[in-house]
């Protein structure tokens, strides 16, 4: 399963089960020439990122320039994966981009914030990298993993039907000045990289395991060798209705002999 419990919270598990959340993260490379001139370029105020992923091909012309114009009244230089005619709003911080090589710019010492639609992938890169994350959930799974770094108090997020340049830019403001973000988020990743091994070394070793000794059966759960009717309790729901039913017919039998023993005495009273 593609999970870490520094993002996850705690649950039951199985022995058959095995996390490599973050298996896809690894230290940045150099950026291109072009790139790592314009992220210089940013001085001491650092560089944003903005991607929403390969789902979302472009957005909304109106969102866009909203989003334009709030980038452009930062201190800081935004990369932007934007996709779509370019905003009239857009400053002259900000690069539009049809591609990036994202984890290599979350890796950058000038890096400050990522925006983002909320995907996996983009998540544990930002843990891995120890980003903070303002959020714009679109689809699927993306509210989820948002509110689970919001439990964390490493990001916060914008819903697409509220998001203008006003609340945007707060938002931004907020993650950017308030250290605690950046803190709580350098924490979840030295915690996600203080691991024996690396997430995709130890999915293939356990699966090697499990082809070396035949299915590794001692792994299993024991429920596989339960009948259909105790797997899906039916055994259960059956006593448990036959106990209510059982019951329901005493106090119906119980109410209609109170009701004729006060009916014959108030025959025998007339």
């Known amino acids: ?47 944003i990122i903005m991607s929403l992923g390969t789902l979302i091909a472009d957005l909304p012309a109106d969102l866009s320039e909203e989003i ?13 994966r934007h996709k779509g005619s370019r905003p ?17 710019l979350l890796g950058h010492p000038k890096i400050r914030l990522f925006v983002t639609h909320g995907g996996t992938n983009g998540i544990y890169e930002a843990i891995y990298h120890g980003v903070p994350v303002v959020g714009i959930p679109i689809v699927f799974d993306q509210a989820d993993n948002l509110s689970r ?17 006003i609340n945007f830019q707060a938002v931004i403001q907020d993650v950017l000045n308030e250290p605690s973000y950046r803190m ?20 293939l070793f356990w699966i090697e395991f499990v082809m070396r000794h035949k299915g590794a059966a001692h792994l299993r ?13 039916v055994d259960v729901i ?17 109410l209609w002999f109170c009701f004729r023993l006060c009916f014959k005495r108030k025959q025998k009273n007339d």
């Open 1 to 47: 399963m593609r999970v870490d419990f520094v993002f996850e919270f705690p649950r039951p598990t199985m022995p058959n089960v095995v996390y490599m959340g973050g298996f896809q993260c690894k230290p940045a490379k150099p950026l291109p020439d072009h790139l790592e001139e314009f992220v210089q370029s940013s001085g001491e105020h650092g560089f």
């Open 68 to 80: 334009a114009a709030a980038f452009a009244e930062l201190p800081q230089k935004v990369i932007w």
């Open 88 to 104: 009239s709003s857009l400053g002259n911080n900000t690069l539009l981009v049809d591609w990036m090589p994202q984890n290599d």
């Open 149 to 165: 770094l919001r439990a964390k108090g490493v990001a916060r997020t914008v819903e697409i039907s509220d998001l203008d340049r």
């Open 184 to 203: 709580n988020m350098q924490r979840l990743s030295r915690l996600h990289r203080d691991q024996p091994m690396r997430p995709l070394d130890t999915a």
């Open 221 to 233: 759960t024991e429920s596989y060798k339960l009948p259909w009717y105790s797997y899906h309790s």
């Open 238 to 254: 059956v006593f448990l209705l036959s106990a209510a039913g059982l019951l329901l017919f005493l106090v119906i039998g119980f």
